[in-house]
Nanobody, 120 residues
Framework: QVQLVESGGGWVQAGGSLRLSCAAS????????MGWFRQAPGKQRELVAT???????NYADSVSGRFTISRSITKNTVYLQMNSLKPEDTGVYYC??????????????WGQGTQVTVSS
């Protein structure tokens, strides 16, 4: 059984930065890939970024060049560094695994979510 706990959300002005963390209670790195999703008010949940067991990363076009996903095997943690934040990045961010990186679909395990609010 895997449990995922996100942290690091908050309020920031446009252009600012936040770093999200996803700490896992189980061995998440047996999964092929982990990912971050987000859900804005009134919108569907969308994929933000993924990282495979081998360290390959992929990003949504809307965040490419601004966000960086990474992981620490020793800490069993996945991170999302978010720079140059925009108001449209506002939403609840969720950690998820194992992500299907071919179909870009989430896996069975979700964190509780962390709120990110970017003001203009």
């Amino acid at each position: 059984q895997v449990q995922l706990v996100e942290s690091g959300g908050g309020w920031v002005q446009a252009g600012g930065s936040l770093r999200l963390s996803c700490a896992a209670s189980g061995d998440i790195f047996r999964f092929n890939a982990m990912g971050w999703f987000r859900q804005a008010p009134g919108k569907q949940r969308e994929l933000v970024a993924t990282i495979t067991r081998g360290g390959s990363t992929n990003y949504a076009d809307s965040v490419s060049g601004r966000f960086t996903i990474s992981r620490s095997i020793t800490k069993n943690t996945v991170y999302l560094q978010m720079n140059s934040l925009k108001p449209e990045d506002t939403g609840v961010y969720y950690c998820n695994g194992p992500v299907d990186t071919t179909a870009l679909l989430p896996g069975d395990y979700w964190g509780q979510g962390t709120q990110v609010t970017v003001s203009s």
